[in-house]
């Protein structure tokens, strides 16, 4: 079995990129078309208005999760916070990837609720890749970089 030398982590805002959406979306790792009934269903279970990272926001998400890496020992090699969505390009840890994400989550969410934001930021869950060989990692790490300069 191939070693996991790292993995790249997405999550997205609460409301902003909901399944059936026309820009695709993830579900069970499989990439799947819109969807437009089951996006405006999406939209409507909606209980708050759906959140939008501003620029600051973004650096106040951006620096608690490079933080949390180095408390966790783990070394990040590629990170996107846009204002829907979350990239990060992570060397792998022998830890749950689930539990290393929620706490990249958490850490974010407590540094945003200094400034005063309330309610729900993240939606539940993440998309996850895995890199099994340094071709594969570099293909992450260069998306995730070529993504935020396009998100800006």
Known sequence: MAKTLGYMVTWT????????DERQYVKDGQILP???????????????NPVRLSFNQRRIVEEAI??????????????AVCTNHVHLVAKYIPRPIGVVVQRYKNC?????RKTG?????????????YCFDRDTLQQKINYVNSHFRKHI
Request: hydrophobic share 45%.
């Open 13 to 20: 805002t609460y409301g902003t990129w909901l399944q059936g």
């Open 34 to 48: 819109a969807n437009n009934a089951l996006a405006a269903a999406n939209i409507r279970a909606l209980t708050k």
């Open 66 to 79: 490079k933080q949390k890496a180095i408390r966790f020992g783990q070394q990040i090699y590629a990170l």
């Open 108 to 112: 974010a969410v407590r540094a945003l």
């Open 117 to 129: 934001v309330q309610g729900r930021v993240w939606t539940n869950g993440f998309d996850k890749r």
